[in-house]
Every structure is written in C-alpha cells, then in structure tokens.
C-alpha cells in the first residue's frame, strides 16, 4: 500500500480506496487529448447559474441563444428574471426547449436565492457545499446534476457534476455499474479524487469532450480513443 498523497475532511486516506490511481490515470490521458476545457462558458455566475438550469435537455447552442435573448433584453439578473411576468420569460427563452417549465424554474431559483440570501450570490456562496446542495435540490427544477453544476461552476464549491456522458463512459470502462445511482456515482469520482475544485471543473469538462466526440452512444471510436487500453468494452 502506498503512502497516502492527500486526506479528506473525514481523515480517510484516499490512496487505499480501489480504483483511485485508474481514475486519476484517466483524467490524465483526457487532459493530455483535450488539453483545458475552459468551463464553464458565461460572464458572470448569474449567467452560470441560469445556463445550468436551462441546459436541461437541451444543446449548448439553443441555450446561448436564450440567454443573448435575455441580455439583450436587460433582463439577465435577479431583479430582471423576478420583474419579468412569466408569459414574457418564456418566451424569451424559448430556444432553450421546454420554456414555460423552465420559466417556472428560473422563477422559483430566482425566489429562492432573494428569500434565502437576500439575493446575495456570495452569501450562498459561502455555505458549506453538503449544505447548500440540500438546499438547492429543495428548489423547484433543481435536480441533482443542475445542482452540483451550479455548486462546482457557478459557486466555485468542490462536487463532482455526474451526467448522461459520465454513466456511459465509466459503464463501457468497467468502473461503475449499470444500476448505480447518481449519489453512488458521484460518491464513486468523490471518494477517489483531491477535493479540488479545478480538478472535479475539468474533469467533467473532459468526459463530456470525450463522450460528444469520441465514446458516442452508437458508434464509439474505440480506435481514437485515448482511454481504449483501460476499456473493457473496447471495440479497438
Ligand atoms: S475505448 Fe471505446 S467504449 Fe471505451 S471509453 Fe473509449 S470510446 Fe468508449
């Protein structure tokens, strides 16, 4: 056994935990592809905060169209989202798919960062994470991965983001299993990495590069893939 590189808030040596160097050893080869991701896109957390919750279900590209809809309609703040009647935020944001729902949602974050924080993002920023991620996920709209993007991109928080990518690519490695859910995956990245906030930003950056261009749903590019010798679906 090793000699433990670094220790969690709990103490618990992390360098003893199966499978930590291979996730490591991943990030590595990913970065060493894909160089830095640069995420997330958006000139303020606000505007973070708002592509997090508008990206559900939808590409990149129609979220950025709705969110130049709300600048250029002045309205891309707290007190622009709140002011603006339902019907209208809608409609605003209506490239971004599925727009009364998200309307809803963008309303009901909105509320609850005015009543819970005085609208002060840098008060909710200063939670400690586990309790803040409670919070969020009691909001309306707020699932489990729109919460811990908001906590890691927008508040700069250590969790680990788990989507649609990280389930396919670490499925067809063999780490993870098909039944496990989103807490045992996220437990899974958590409990094997530095709690890093630079590192848990690219690394889910890099599996999303991975999973858009190369580990496809279809039609996986094994051949190309830097992770292709640690794969047990490799089709290489
Ligand atoms: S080797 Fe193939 S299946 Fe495995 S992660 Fe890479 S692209 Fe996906």
Redesign the pocket.
């Known amino acids: 056994m090793g000699k433990p590189i670094t220790e969690r808030k709990d103490q618990r040596p992390v360098v003893e935990i199966e499978g930590r160097g291979r996730v490591l050893e991943i990030y590595e080869r990913l970065f060493g592809r894909f160089g830095p991701q640069h995420w997330w896109p958006g000139e303020t957390p606000f505007e973070v905060i708002v592509g997090a919750i508008l990206t559900q279900s939808a590409a990149w590209r129609n979220v950025e169209k709705a969110i130049s809809n709300l600048k250029a309609e002045g309205c891309l703040s707290l007190e622009g989202i709140l002011g603006l009647p339902e019907e209208k935020l809608a409609a605003l944001i209506r490239p971004s798919g599925y727009y009364n729902v998200k309307a809803r949602k963008l309303k009901a974050f909105c509320l609850f960062l005015e009543e819970a924080y005085k609208g002060n993002l840098d008060a909710m920023r200063a939670r400690p994470v586990d309790e803040l991620r409670v919070e969020l996920l009691n909001v309306y709209g707020v699932g489990r991965e729109t919460a811990d993007s908001i906590l890691l991109y927008a508040c700069g928080l250590p969790t680990f983001v788990v989507d649609a990518y990280t389930r396919r690519?670490f499925e067809?490695?063999g780490l993870i299993g098909p039944r496990w859910s989103y807490e045992e995956i996220r437990r899974f990245f958590m409990d094997r990495l530095p709690a890093s906030v630079p590192l848990f930003n690219e690394y889910h950056a890099l599996i999303v590069a991975?999973g858009k261009e190369?580990?496809l749903a279809r039609k996986?590019?094994?051949e190309r893939?830097p992770?292709?010798s640690l794969?047990k679906?490799?089709?290489?």
Do not use: E
């Open positions: 690519i067809r490695l991975l190369v580990c996986p590019r094994c893939c992770l292709n794969c679906s490799s089709l290489r």
